[in-house]
């Protein structure tokens, strides 16, 4: 089970506590955000890429539900064209299935580059999946930042209003 890998990750960071599970799916922005009680725009999506400067590694991005990847300011950012993740190689990377992936309890750690949009510092926590398609856990921007190892703050996402 993923949550009780991220649940042990957690309990480095004293958050383990806070994963949450429930009876209905939580595998999209929109069913996550109604399990939880909150607006869309406060789920933490974990979106996979191919690393454009490594073909064995993968770009992990964490950015606000209600954001998409701008492909000019992906490019600029990480050196090339933004390409997402088969399932199949999302699952290989992390360890989770579509629908419950986090930057947390990683399959492949050392072929993982882990960053954090700042769409996501709007709001003072945010909830990324914990593992499954069916949890969640509810932590600050820093708590996610650390947990998930992050290397560092981007922008390459569009946030609604901007368009």
């Not at 579509?98 to 930057?103: E, K, L, R, S, T």
């Amino acid at each position: 089970m993923t949550t009780e890998k991220v649940r042990e990750h957690m309990k480095k960071f004293g958050l383990e506590d806070r994963i949450k599970e429930f009876d209905v799916s939580s595998a999209t922005v929109e069913l996550a955000a109604e399990a939880v009680g909150v607006i869309p725009a406060r789920i933490c999506k974990t979106l996979t890429f191919k690393d454009p400067q490594n073909e064995d590694g993968c770009i992990i991005i964490q950015a606000a539900g209600d954001t998409k990847i701008q492909n000019g300011k992906f490019k600029r950012t990480f050196g090339g064209k933004a390409s997402m993740l088969s399932p199949d190689e999302v699952k290989e990377y992390t360890g989770h299935e579509i629908g419950g992936v986090c930057a947390f309890a990683l399959a492949q750690p050392d072929r993982v580059k882990v960053y954090a949009d700042v769409s996501m510092q709007r709001f003072d926590t945010i909830f990324p999946a914990a593992g499954t398609d069916a949890s969640a856990i509810e932590l600050t921007n820093d708590e996610l930042f650390e947990s998930s190892g992050a290397i560092d703050w981007v922008d390459v996402c569009k946030i609604p209003e901007e368009e």
